[in-house]
T-cell receptor, first 109, second 117 residues
């Protein structure tokens, strides 16, 4: 069993739709990261969360530490949002990061 | 400067070659990581250096040899690789984690895409 589970694995949306990607984890963490990777490209950190909620432009990330769950929301989705979104958690014991398998998002014009 | 710079971006090598991947950051991060990523898969941890000392080696074959010559540089030396080692190799850095309130944002480089013939 993976320490980090994401859903859905694949997601196709029409431009303008509200999108939610979910992440659950089973280990003790010091922080949770939402990462974005475009095809063939490097990884960009979108958010780092240890509690509550963060917002950056059309992106919102929330975390519930008690339930070990986080969500990434994209409002008014756009084709340029098409990418793989990866949830990663940093273990509370040190420098180990655990990665989810990613959610491949395609936004159709 | 919030960049992690990896070179080369692309590398093609034969199974008998010796080559190196390089990673550099100037954010004062004392934890640096090598990850291997195959297509449509999440990154797999290979090595972690913390304060320039190897702290995690995820049972990586000895044909991969990491080196951290100083706090800004991380190398991955490659020798006698196999075609199945072809992948995107990602370097990342962060402040070392020490507890819940540590700011430990993870910064990734663009990766070095390796093809072994």
């Amino acid at each position: 069993k993976n320490e980090v589970e994401q859903s859905p694995q694949n997601l196709t949306a029409q431009e303008g739709e509200f999108i939610t990607i979910n992440c659950s984890y089973s280990v003790g963490i010091s922080a949770l990261h939402w990462l974005q990777q475009h095809p063939g490209g490097g990884i960009v950190s979108l958010f780092m969360l240890s509690s509550g909620k963060k917002k950056h432009g059309r992106l919102i990330a929330t975390i519930n530490i008690q339930e070990k769950h986080s969500s990434l929301h994209i409002t008014a989705s756009h084709p340029r949002d098409s990418a793989v979104y990866i949830c990663a958690v940093r273990s509370s014991t040190g420098n180990q990061f655990y990665f989810g398998t990613g959610t491949s998002l395609t936004v159709i014009p | 400067d919030t960049e992690v710079t990896q070179t080369p971006k692309h590398l093609v090598m034969g199974m008998t070659n010796k080559k190196s991947l390089k990673c550099e950051q100037h954010m004062g991060h004392r934890a640096m990581y090598w990850y291997k990523q195959k297509a449509k898969k999440p990154p797999e941890l290979m090595f972690v250096y913390s304060y320039e000392k190897l702290s995690i080696n995820e049972s990586v074959p000895s044909r991969f040899s990491p080196e951290c010559p100083n706090s800004s540089l991380l190398n991955l030396h490659l020798h006698a690789l196999q075609p199945e080692d072809s992948a995107l190799y990602l370097c990342a850095s962060s402040h070392p984690g020490q507890g819940f309130r540590t700011t430990g944002e993870l910064f990734f480089g663009e990766g070095s895409r390796l093809t072994v013939l």
